[in-house]
Protein backbone atom coordinates (compact mmCIF):
# COMPACT_ATOMS: atom_id res chain seq x y z
CA UNK A 1 0.00 0.00 0.00
CA UNK A 2 2.57 2.64 0.98
CA UNK A 3 4.63 1.80 -1.74
CA UNK A 4 1.91 1.83 -4.27
CA UNK A 5 -0.17 4.79 -3.75
CA UNK A 6 3.08 6.77 -4.64
CA UNK A 7 2.93 4.92 -8.11
CA UNK A 8 -0.69 5.72 -8.39
CA UNK A 9 -0.41 9.64 -7.75
CA UNK A 10 2.63 10.00 -10.14
CA UNK A 11 0.78 8.16 -12.84
CA UNK A 12 -2.07 10.60 -12.17
CA UNK A 13 0.08 13.70 -12.04
CA UNK A 14 1.68 12.37 -15.54
CA UNK A 15 -1.82 11.84 -17.39
CA UNK A 16 -2.32 15.56 -18.66
CA UNK A 17 1.25 15.53 -19.60
CA UNK A 18 1.16 12.36 -21.55
CA UNK A 19 -2.56 13.56 -23.16
CA UNK A 20 -0.36 16.91 -23.76
CA UNK A 21 2.55 14.97 -25.82
CA UNK A 22 0.15 13.14 -27.50
CA UNK A 23 -2.01 16.12 -28.77
CA UNK A 24 1.17 18.37 -29.69
CA UNK A 25 1.87 16.97 -33.36
CA UNK A 26 -1.99 16.64 -33.57
CA UNK A 27 -3.21 18.35 -37.35
CA UNK A 28 -1.06 21.29 -37.71
CA UNK A 29 -2.88 23.67 -40.21
CA UNK A 30 -1.47 23.80 -43.67
CA UNK A 31 -0.04 27.33 -43.43
CA UNK A 32 0.65 29.16 -46.92
CA UNK A 33 3.22 27.22 -49.26
CA UNK A 34 6.55 28.38 -48.53
CA UNK A 35 8.06 28.29 -52.12
CA UNK A 36 11.35 29.46 -50.98
CA UNK A 37 11.77 27.01 -48.27
CA UNK A 38 11.11 24.16 -51.35
CA UNK A 39 14.33 25.40 -53.00
CA UNK A 40 16.27 25.50 -49.90
CA UNK A 41 16.22 22.13 -49.25
CA UNK A 42 19.22 21.42 -51.90
CA UNK A 43 20.24 25.09 -51.67
CA UNK A 44 20.89 24.99 -55.30
CA UNK A 45 18.55 27.38 -56.47
CA UNK A 46 20.05 31.18 -55.50
CA UNK A 47 20.13 32.21 -59.13
CA UNK A 48 16.48 31.33 -60.04
CA UNK A 49 15.12 32.30 -56.20
CA UNK A 50 16.89 35.97 -57.47
CA UNK A 51 15.23 35.54 -61.10
CA UNK A 52 11.65 34.78 -59.68
CA UNK A 53 12.13 37.45 -56.57
CA UNK A 54 13.18 40.23 -58.96
CA UNK A 55 10.28 39.48 -61.48
CA UNK A 56 8.15 39.44 -58.59
CA UNK A 57 7.04 36.18 -59.94
CA UNK A 58 7.41 34.78 -56.23
CA UNK A 59 5.00 37.00 -54.31
CA UNK A 60 2.76 36.40 -57.50
CA UNK A 61 2.68 33.18 -57.78
CA UNK A 62 2.45 32.75 -53.47
CA UNK A 63 -0.27 34.96 -53.58
CA UNK A 64 -2.07 33.42 -56.10
CA UNK A 65 -1.80 29.59 -54.90
CA UNK A 66 -4.54 30.28 -52.07
CA UNK A 67 -7.00 30.87 -54.81
CA UNK A 68 -6.03 29.01 -57.70
CA UNK A 69 -8.48 26.42 -59.07
CA UNK A 70 -5.95 24.79 -61.33
CA UNK A 71 -2.92 24.89 -59.62
CA UNK A 72 0.71 25.89 -60.65
CA UNK A 73 3.78 23.58 -62.12
CA UNK A 74 7.22 25.59 -61.57
CA UNK A 75 10.11 24.25 -63.57
CA UNK A 76 13.36 24.67 -61.40
CA UNK A 77 16.98 25.22 -62.90
CA UNK A 78 19.47 24.36 -60.98
CA UNK A 79 22.73 27.24 -60.17
CA UNK A 80 24.77 25.15 -62.57
CA UNK A 81 22.08 24.81 -65.53
CA UNK A 82 22.67 28.86 -65.20
CA UNK A 83 26.41 29.06 -65.58
CA UNK A 84 26.66 26.56 -67.74
CA UNK A 85 24.99 29.00 -70.48
CA UNK A 86 26.92 31.06 -72.47
CA UNK A 87 27.96 33.95 -70.31
CA UNK A 88 25.55 37.00 -71.04
CA UNK A 89 22.86 34.65 -72.16
CA UNK A 90 20.92 36.12 -69.11
CA UNK A 91 22.20 39.56 -68.66
CA UNK A 92 21.61 40.20 -72.49
CA UNK A 93 18.00 40.07 -71.84
CA UNK A 94 16.09 43.21 -71.48
CA UNK A 95 13.97 43.19 -67.97
CA UNK A 96 10.89 42.62 -70.02
CA UNK A 97 12.53 39.36 -71.70
CA UNK A 98 13.80 38.30 -68.33
CA UNK A 99 10.25 37.79 -66.75
CA UNK A 100 9.40 36.26 -70.03
CA UNK A 101 12.26 33.64 -69.73
CA UNK A 102 10.98 33.07 -65.32
CA UNK A 103 7.33 32.62 -66.74
CA UNK A 104 8.25 30.34 -68.99
CA UNK A 105 9.15 28.08 -66.34
CA UNK A 106 5.58 28.48 -65.22
CA UNK A 107 2.79 26.93 -66.24
CA UNK A 108 -0.92 27.98 -65.07
CA UNK A 109 -1.96 24.46 -63.77
CA UNK A 110 -0.66 21.41 -61.74
CA UNK A 111 0.97 18.54 -63.49
CA UNK A 112 2.06 15.43 -61.72
CA UNK A 113 4.93 13.65 -63.51
CA UNK A 114 2.50 11.00 -64.46
CA UNK A 115 0.04 13.65 -66.00
CA UNK A 116 3.53 14.65 -68.26
CA UNK A 117 2.58 12.08 -69.54
CA UNK A 118 -0.80 11.83 -71.66
CA UNK A 119 -0.88 15.39 -71.94
CA UNK A 120 -1.25 16.89 -74.98
CA UNK A 121 1.05 19.47 -76.46
CA UNK A 122 1.99 22.19 -76.11
CA UNK A 123 1.54 23.24 -72.51
CA UNK A 124 0.73 26.67 -71.88
CA UNK A 125 3.01 28.20 -69.72
CA UNK A 126 2.77 32.19 -68.20
CA UNK A 127 4.69 33.54 -70.94
CA UNK A 128 3.13 34.55 -73.47
CA UNK A 129 3.09 37.53 -76.42
CA UNK A 130 0.95 39.20 -79.00
CA UNK A 131 0.85 35.83 -80.87
CA UNK A 132 -0.59 33.81 -77.73
CA UNK A 133 0.72 31.84 -75.05
CA UNK A 134 4.46 30.41 -75.20
CA UNK A 135 4.13 26.22 -75.31
CA UNK A 136 6.34 23.51 -73.69
CA UNK A 137 6.36 19.85 -75.19
CA UNK A 138 6.58 16.90 -73.09
CA UNK A 139 7.09 13.29 -74.52
CA UNK A 140 7.57 10.44 -72.54
CA UNK A 141 8.81 6.54 -72.49
CA UNK A 142 7.71 4.79 -69.87
CA UNK A 143 7.91 6.83 -66.75
CA UNK A 144 10.81 8.87 -67.95
CA UNK A 145 9.46 12.29 -69.40
CA UNK A 146 11.21 14.58 -71.28
CA UNK A 147 10.53 18.78 -71.49
CA UNK A 148 11.52 20.64 -74.62
CA UNK A 149 11.24 24.14 -75.55
CA UNK A 150 12.02 23.27 -79.10
CA UNK A 151 15.56 25.02 -78.16
CA UNK A 152 16.26 22.86 -75.37
CA UNK A 153 15.63 19.15 -74.19
CA UNK A 154 15.81 17.43 -71.06
CA UNK A 155 15.04 15.22 -68.79
CA UNK A 156 12.87 15.28 -65.78
CA UNK A 157 14.33 13.43 -62.90
CA UNK A 158 13.17 15.42 -59.89
CA UNK A 159 10.25 16.42 -57.98
CA UNK A 160 10.99 19.26 -55.38
CA UNK A 161 7.82 18.75 -54.56
CA UNK A 162 4.62 17.30 -56.58
CA UNK A 163 1.67 17.73 -54.67
CA UNK A 164 -1.62 20.50 -55.61
CA UNK A 165 -1.53 23.02 -55.79
CA UNK A 166 1.80 23.30 -56.21
CA UNK A 167 4.46 21.09 -58.05
CA UNK A 168 8.14 21.92 -58.49
CA UNK A 169 10.76 20.03 -61.05
CA UNK A 170 14.16 19.94 -61.01
CA UNK A 171 15.82 20.93 -64.77
CA UNK A 172 19.51 20.73 -65.64
CA UNK A 173 19.24 23.23 -68.02
CA UNK A 174 17.59 26.16 -68.40
CA UNK A 175 15.18 26.17 -70.89
CA UNK A 176 15.46 28.52 -73.34
CA UNK A 177 12.25 29.58 -75.73
CA UNK A 178 12.14 29.72 -78.91
CA UNK A 179 10.35 32.95 -79.06
CA UNK A 180 13.93 33.88 -77.57
CA UNK A 181 16.39 32.06 -78.22
CA UNK A 182 15.43 30.17 -81.82
CA UNK A 183 16.45 30.18 -84.85
CA UNK A 184 15.57 33.44 -86.56
CA UNK A 185 13.88 31.29 -89.80
CA UNK A 186 11.15 29.47 -88.22
CA UNK A 187 9.91 26.02 -88.64
CA UNK A 188 13.46 24.60 -88.24
CA UNK A 189 13.55 23.98 -84.46
CA UNK A 190 14.39 20.67 -83.66
CA UNK A 191 11.09 18.75 -83.02
CA UNK A 192 11.20 16.86 -79.95
CA UNK A 193 10.39 13.36 -80.79
CA UNK A 194 7.38 12.00 -80.02
CA UNK A 195 7.03 8.24 -78.60
CA UNK A 196 3.73 7.10 -77.64
CA UNK A 197 2.24 10.45 -76.53
CA UNK A 198 -0.33 12.41 -78.76
CA UNK A 199 2.45 15.13 -79.58
CA UNK A 200 1.47 17.73 -81.96
CA UNK A 201 4.11 19.26 -84.15
CA UNK A 202 5.58 21.83 -82.45
CA UNK A 203 4.34 25.19 -83.82
CA UNK A 204 5.22 27.61 -81.14
CA UNK A 205 3.44 30.91 -82.43
CA UNK A 206 0.35 28.39 -82.45
CA UNK A 207 -1.79 29.86 -79.84
CA UNK A 208 -3.78 26.67 -79.54
CA UNK A 209 -2.09 25.65 -76.50
CA UNK A 210 -3.38 22.95 -73.76
CA UNK A 211 -5.10 23.91 -70.62
CA UNK A 212 -9.05 24.12 -70.39
CA UNK A 213 -8.42 27.16 -67.99
CA UNK A 214 -11.08 30.46 -68.73
CA UNK A 215 -10.33 31.05 -72.50
CA UNK A 216 -7.07 33.09 -72.86
CA UNK A 217 -8.23 35.51 -75.81
CA UNK A 218 -10.16 37.80 -73.88
CA UNK A 219 -7.35 38.47 -71.56
CA UNK A 220 -5.07 39.28 -73.99
CA UNK A 221 -6.06 42.96 -74.71
CA UNK A 222 -2.83 44.34 -73.17
CA UNK A 223 -0.11 43.12 -74.86
CA UNK A 224 2.66 44.84 -73.04
CA UNK A 225 1.62 43.28 -69.67
CA UNK A 226 -0.26 40.35 -70.79
CA UNK A 227 2.66 38.06 -69.66
CA UNK A 228 2.98 39.07 -66.13
CA UNK A 229 -0.66 39.68 -65.77
CA UNK A 230 -2.17 36.79 -67.31
CA UNK A 231 -2.44 34.47 -64.20
CA UNK A 232 -3.83 37.18 -62.36
CA UNK A 233 -6.64 38.22 -65.09
CA UNK A 234 -7.19 34.91 -64.53
CA UNK A 235 -7.94 34.54 -61.22
CA UNK A 236 -10.05 37.87 -61.48
CA UNK A 237 -11.69 36.96 -63.97
CA UNK A 238 -12.82 33.33 -62.57
CA UNK A 239 -13.86 34.74 -59.72
CA UNK A 240 -16.09 37.55 -61.28
CA UNK A 241 -17.82 34.76 -63.10
CA UNK A 242 -18.56 32.96 -59.90
CA UNK A 243 -19.73 35.90 -58.33
CA UNK A 244 -21.54 36.55 -60.87
CA UNK A 245 -23.20 32.87 -61.08
CA UNK A 246 -23.65 33.38 -57.32
CA UNK A 247 -25.74 36.79 -57.44
C1 LIG B 1 -3.46 31.55 -47.73
O1 LIG B 1 -4.06 30.58 -46.89
C2 LIG B 1 -3.37 30.38 -45.66
C3 LIG B 1 -4.09 29.31 -44.87
O2 LIG B 1 -4.49 28.28 -45.71
C4 LIG B 1 -3.32 31.68 -44.87
O3 LIG B 1 -2.56 31.49 -43.71
C5 LIG B 1 -2.66 32.76 -45.73
O4 LIG B 1 -2.71 34.00 -45.07
C6 LIG B 1 -3.39 32.91 -47.06
N1 LIG B 1 -2.65 33.84 -47.89
C7 LIG B 1 -3.26 34.74 -48.64
C8 LIG B 1 -2.36 35.61 -49.46
O5 LIG B 1 -4.47 34.86 -48.69
C1 LIG C 1 10.43 30.06 -46.00
O1 LIG C 1 11.52 29.19 -45.88
C2 LIG C 1 12.76 29.89 -45.84
C3 LIG C 1 13.86 28.85 -45.84
O2 LIG C 1 13.50 27.67 -45.22
C4 LIG C 1 12.81 30.76 -44.59
O3 LIG C 1 14.04 31.48 -44.56
C5 LIG C 1 11.67 31.75 -44.64
O4 LIG C 1 11.63 32.50 -43.46
C6 LIG C 1 10.35 31.02 -44.82
N1 LIG C 1 9.31 32.01 -45.05
C7 LIG C 1 8.13 31.94 -44.47
C8 LIG C 1 7.15 33.01 -44.82
O5 LIG C 1 7.84 31.05 -43.68
C1 LIG D 1 13.90 39.70 -52.72
O1 LIG D 1 14.40 41.01 -53.03
C2 LIG D 1 14.30 41.91 -51.97
C3 LIG D 1 14.85 43.23 -52.46
O2 LIG D 1 14.29 43.56 -53.70
C4 LIG D 1 15.08 41.42 -50.78
O3 LIG D 1 14.90 42.30 -49.68
C5 LIG D 1 14.59 40.03 -50.37
O4 LIG D 1 15.39 39.51 -49.34
C6 LIG D 1 14.65 39.11 -51.55
N1 LIG D 1 14.10 37.82 -51.18
C7 LIG D 1 14.64 36.67 -51.56
C8 LIG D 1 13.91 35.45 -51.13
O5 LIG D 1 15.64 36.62 -52.23
C1 LIG E 1 26.05 39.66 -74.72
O1 LIG E 1 26.37 40.97 -75.12
C2 LIG E 1 27.77 41.17 -75.34
C3 LIG E 1 28.00 42.64 -75.63
O2 LIG E 1 27.03 43.11 -76.52
C4 LIG E 1 28.24 40.26 -76.47
O3 LIG E 1 29.62 40.41 -76.65
C5 LIG E 1 27.94 38.82 -76.10
O4 LIG E 1 28.26 37.96 -77.18
C6 LIG E 1 26.48 38.66 -75.77
N1 LIG E 1 26.29 37.29 -75.27
C7 LIG E 1 25.29 36.54 -75.66
C8 LIG E 1 25.25 35.16 -75.12
O5 LIG E 1 24.42 36.92 -76.44
C1 LIG F 1 14.67 12.24 -73.73
O1 LIG F 1 15.88 12.91 -74.06
C2 LIG F 1 16.99 12.05 -74.12
C3 LIG F 1 18.20 12.90 -74.39
O2 LIG F 1 18.25 13.99 -73.53
C4 LIG F 1 16.80 11.00 -75.20
O3 LIG F 1 17.88 10.11 -75.19
C5 LIG F 1 15.53 10.24 -74.92
O4 LIG F 1 15.27 9.36 -75.98
C6 LIG F 1 14.36 11.21 -74.78
N1 LIG F 1 13.19 10.46 -74.39
C7 LIG F 1 11.97 10.79 -74.82
C8 LIG F 1 10.87 9.94 -74.34
O5 LIG F 1 11.77 11.72 -75.59
Redesign the pocket.
Known amino acids: MATTTPLVLILLTLIPFLTLAQKAPAPAPSGPINI?GIFDQGSQYTFL??LL??TQQ?TQIQSQLNSTSQGFTIFAPTDNAFQNLPSGTINNLSDDKKVQLILYHVTPKYYSLSDFQTVSNPVRTQASDKSGPWGLYFTSQGNQVNVSSGVVTEPINNALRQKFPLAVYQLDKVLLPTELFGPKAPASSPAPKSSKTPSKTPTPSSAAVEGDAPAPASSNKDDSAAGRNDGFGFVVGFGLICMAILT
Open positions: TIRNEL
